[in-house]
């Protein structure tokens, strides 16, 4: 089974910064990675597929990179409502399809 | 729009089942692989099996936790996918989505989540 490691755990900032998250695996998936966004008390919502292919929809701010086990999800410039968890999650070794364990995103 | 209804969620003791339902609608739903995808209280994501269309053998799959206890079906002429759950455990506490599969194992629409609490 593959692990995702995600970090750091909680990251603070302030609207308009630039957030950086990372997703490392614990072997290649190649570049069958997703990330999702989840808000409290709703359900998540798929931003990003096969590493770097935004699901119509997401704003350009978000953006995914990252090949073999090191990914990073970028939010260029931090909107008040992009302040939720982001978890990634690989389909290159199923079942089962695996999770991080999440990335709190929280205001400074 | 796609819309995920589930429902049938509770309170059930250890040892006990549960039988989970999720509606679809806005999509043509037998063409459309289904997940079940649970999140314990303030945890993270797992993913709990699939169901692929008839087209595709209407075959499924399951995460190592739940394998030999639950069960995933799906009726297409009402447009809903089943999570039949048995002999429950504290563990299975969680909020159960159900999801449509994207590019066969990404997690495209989710529904709102049904809360499944196993308790004495």
């Known amino acids: 089974e593959i692990v995702l490691t995600q970090s750091p755990a909680t990251l603070s900032l302030s609207p308009g910064e630039r957030a950086t998250l990372s997703c490392r695996a614990s072997q290649s998936v190649s570049t069958y990675l997703a990330w999702y966004q989840q808000i409290p008390g709703q359900a998540p919502r798929l931003l990003i597929y096969?590493?770097?292919n935004r699901i119509t929809g997401i704003p350009a701010r978000f953006s995914g990179s990252g090949s073999g086990t090191d990914f990073t999800l970028t939010i260029s410039s931090l909107e008040p409502e992009d302040f939720a968890v982001y978890y990634c999650q690989q389909r290159s070794d199923w079942p089962p399809y695996t999770f991080g364990q999440g990335t709190k995103l929280e205001i400074k | 729009e796609v819309q995920l209804v589930e429902s049938g969620g509770g309170l059930v003791k250890p040892g006990g089942s549960l039988r989970l339902s999720c509606a679809a609608s806005g999509f043509t739903f037998s063409n459309v692989w289904m997940n079940w995808v649970r999140q314990a209280p303030g945890k993270g994501l797992e993913w709990v099996g699939r169901i692929k269309t008839k087209h595709a053998g209407g075959t499924t799959d399951y995460a190592a936790p739940v394998k030999g206890r639950f069960t995933i079906s799906r009726d297409d002429s009402k447009n809903t996918v089943y999570l039949q759950m048995n002999s429950l455990k504290s563990e299975d506490t969680a909020v159960y989505y159900c999801?449509?599969?994207?590019?066969?194992?990404?997690?495209?629409?989710w529904g709102q989540g049904a809360l499944v609490t196993v308790s004495s």
């Open positions: 999801t449509t599969d994207f590019r066969e194992a990404y997690f495209g629409s």
């Open positions: 096969d590493a770097s």
